[in-house]
């Protein structure tokens, strides 16, 4: 199954942009009547044929629409803090993709090694990831932020914050089932004390991942996995 993105589709026909034309004529060999999907990773789900071959402007009729696909029954947004190896946050976000996660913020911490990312790049990975694993849904990606100013902000449902010291914490059953759920991982060398306080008195829920200390795209993955499982579990 061929998969193609655009976040922009109205009507029953659909031009694709330039570089998704390209891979579907060029690198795929596509060609007149053969059957495509595509999705604007909002929750649309088209299927459709393509009417005109074109190498910059192929050319889509739609016949079949379905919205919503594949939702996820839980809202999961992670604001983690990215790695010094970018190449690590990037692996990050392409599993949690492929998982499922609703909303992704890179956390600017007092410990955070890297403070500027490509924003572009991390989009295109999270498109890339989308398409591979045949997602209507590609998660919101927010600007960097500083923790303070995350903190700031009002948030509806359960908050928690994943550390590696701490007599309080306790495993993430503790956070319940109350979402949406809104969840800090730090970076390499872990949230400072002052920031754990801070997010305490916010009202965010201590948690920890088990014994072992795991690197902070590793935790991350981690606990996209274990709230699909869990949803998985709580299903009808």
């Given amino acids: 199954m061929n998969l193609f993105y655009s976040p922009h589709i109205h009507g029953d026909t659909h031009q694709l942009d330039e570089s998704e034309s390209k891979h579907a004529i060029r690198v795929l060999r596509l060609l007149k009547g053969d059957q495509v999907v595509l999705v604007d990773g909002l929750g649309s789900w088209h299927e459709a044929t393509i009417e005109e071959d074109h190498p910059k402007r192929c050319v889509l009729r739609i016949h079949a629409s379905k919205n919503n696909y594949q939702a996820l029954d839980y809202s999961l947004h992670l604001a983690v803090s990215p790695t010094k190896n970018m190449e690590r946050f990037e692996w990050f976000l392409e599993k949690a993709t492929e998982i499922?996660?609703?909303?992704?913020?890179p956390l600017l911490c007092h410990r955070t090694?890297?403070?500027?990312?490509?924003?572009d790049r991390l989009d295109r990975i999270?498109?890339?990831?989308?398409?591979?694993?045949?997602?209507?849904f590609k998660p919101v990606l927010n600007d960097p932020v500083s923790m303070k100013d995350f903190l700031s902000m009002d948030r509806d449902g359960?908050?928690?914050?994943?550390?590696?010291?701490?007599?309080e914490r306790?495993?993430?059953?503790?956070l319940g089932n109350e979402g949406?759920?809104?969840?800090?991982?730090?970076?390499?060398?872990?949230?400072?004390?002052?920031?754990?306080?801070?997010?305490?008195?916010?009202?965010?829920k201590p948690f920890h991942l088990g014994e072992s200390r795991l690197r902070t795209e590793t935790a991350a993955v981690y606990i996209t996995a274990a709230f699909s499982v869990l949803h998985l579990k709580r299903r009808p």
């Fill in 158 to 167: 359960t908050c928690g914050i994943a550390y590696c010291h701490g007599e």
């Fill in 126 to 136: 999270l498109v890339s990831a989308m398409k591979q694993s045949l997602k209507a």
């Fill in 180 to 204: 949406p759920f809104t969840l800090l991982v730090g970076p390499e060398g872990d949230f400072s004390e002052q920031e754990v306080e801070l997010a305490l008195a916010k009202g965010y």
């Fill in 170 to 174: 306790m495993g993430m059953e503790s």
């Fill in 100 to 105: 499922g996660i609703s909303e992704i913020t």
């Fill in 113 to 119: 090694e890297r403070k500027q990312v490509k924003m």
